[in-house]
């Protein structure tokens, strides 16, 4: 189970890099990651499942420029490593591991950030370095240097946000009253829905947007 999760929690932290360090080419798309984490932990359709409601639920959350959103690919990671070590229980649990991991991806977001404040003051002072000596060989230094701590980091907070979720999971479900399990179960069940209203407000403003400029004479 270990070597899973290391496995897991490296897959994650290198498809995070797509987001805005690397590529672009939106392999870090909770639809992608899910099903590819579904594979490594057995439950190919689980993944598939929170792939598709993260994709749904953030469709309209990109990075553009110096914006930080969530990290929905640790986001997706988390929920699905949490629910390997965890297997066998219904969606009220998933919905309850969800609830668990909004608040870590909050902070790990924070983190990201002052992550990437780091990289730039490195960058900074190499920039200064390499236009009085003109040693251009560090610029591929700098380069790899940003990208082995993103990974390095998002690794770490994958591996431990997946231990505590889990462990926090296994201890407060149990104390659940029923009433609130079977509330967790409707929530989990209504996912869909919302996702898919949160996609025709994506369309319909974006159609709104297009009509107007098309019909717009100034």
Known sequence: ????????SLLGSFLSLDNSLVGNIMVSR??????LIGLIIGDLNLGIEIGFLMEFLWADLLYAGTAIPINLTLFTTIILGASYILPH?????????????????FICRQIEIGLRLFNSFIAN???VLIIRNKQYKR???????????FVFVNFILIFVCITLTSQLAKIL??????KFIKALSLTYNALPIIGF????HIFTHNFKTVFRNLFNKN
């Open 30 to 35: 909770p639809i992608v990651v899910g099903p």
């Open 125 to 127: 002072k190499l920039e």
């Open 173 to 178: 479900y149990l104390r659940l009253d029923i």
């Open 139 to 149: 610029v591929y230094f700098s380069l790899f240097h940003g990208l082995f701590i």
């Open 89 to 105: 229980y219904d969606e009220s649990f998933t919905m309850f591991i969800i609830l668990l991991t909004i608040p870590m991806i």
């Open 197 to 200: 209203f949160v996609l025709l």
């Open 1 to 8: 189970m270990i070597t899973t999760l290391l496995f897991i």
